[in-house]
């Protein structure tokens, strides 16, 4: 009896599941932790976007009329700025997993018995966090300098997925480089090109229709031109014209799925890439 009675109170070990969810946690807290002892990669990426917002597109608005007759612009470019505040949050985090490798404990922790996908994706849940806040804070700062939005639940919901694919997406491209490039130095060099160069053609400040037809078609490319699309869809324009501008069609819920799709196929692909990238660069 005593016997089966020790035996009944062996702990059985946990799920699967449950353990695979309890390390990628540990590692998020671990990085979360990281974040907050550097307060410059919570406040530096919201500078430029907030004065774009705040300053900037209130300026254009009374300088030029606005570009729309039916959307405000001061909220027109509150939303683009998005596309700002989330690239360079993501490239700040990826910095962070820069100097991790070189003078933390990364090499600590690729010796544990975790697998390294966990490590981008701890990474990205914190990335994912510190996006949001900084998206949050622009907008509400957009809404203070006299920003018009339209709220609702679908529109939320649009806003939500675009944004959350179009940081996982950003999150894998700054992973990716962190991992390929052995210097900050040239890190911090290829921010402008990969942060900051495909906003100015994503119709964050002006519609792609108008730039030239060979840079609107490439626009059609980008992520970030179908996110902001889609941000504005639920927050500002609900008759879809920047969705227009990208399929031409006719229903602007099936432009918006499509536009969705995009950035998800964009967020999905630079995810695996950037967890083999950084498995590969684990073993050079």
């Known amino acids: 009896m005593s016997a089966i009675a020790e035996t009944g109170s062996i702990a059985l070990p946990a799920p699967r599941r449950a353990r695979r969810a309890s390390v990628l946690l540990t590692l998020a807290k671990r990085r979360a932790s990281l974040t907050s002892k550097t307060p410059r990669q919570i406040a530096v990426p919201l500078l430029g976007p907030a004065l774009l917002a705040l300053v900037v597109a209130p300026a254009l608005k009374v300088a030029t009329g606005g570009l729309h007759s039916h959307i405000d612009y001061t909220s027109f470019v509150g939303v683009g700025a998005v596309g700002l505040v989330i690239p360079l949050s993501c490239i700040f985090a990826g910095l962070s997993v820069l100097v991790d490798r070189h003078s933390g404990a990364q090499r600590e922790l690729l010796a544990a018995p975790v697998p390294r996908a966990y490590l981008v994706l701890g990474n990205l849940i914190v990335a994912i966090g510190l996006a949001t806040l900084q998206v949050a804070v622009l907008i509400g700062l957009s809404a203070i300098r006299g920003g018009t939005f339209h709220i609702t639940g679908a529109g ?23 991992s390929r490039v052995t210097k900050q130095e040239d890190y911090v060099g ?26 609107t078609a490439i626009a059609k490319a980008f992520p970030l031109t179908h996110a902001l699309a889609l941000m504005r869809y639920g927050f500002i324009d609900p008759s879809g014209r920047g969705l227009h501008d990208i399929w031409g069609a006719h ?34």
């Open 156 to 178: 939320v919901a649009w806003f939500i997925a675009a944004g959350l694919l179009f940081t996982v997406f950003m999150y894998g491209v700054a992973e990716a480089l962190a």
């Open 190 to 215: 290829a921010t402008p090109a990969v942060a900051i160069l495909p906003f100015f053609f994503a119709g964050a400040l002006f519609p792609i229709g108008a730039m030239p037809g060979v840079l």
């Open 251 to 284: 229903s602007v819920t099936s432009e918006a799925w499509l536009s969705l799709a995009v950035v998800a196929v964009w967020a999905l692909a630079l995810t695996v890439i950037s967890i083999r990238v950084f498995s590969r660069s684990a073993v050079s």
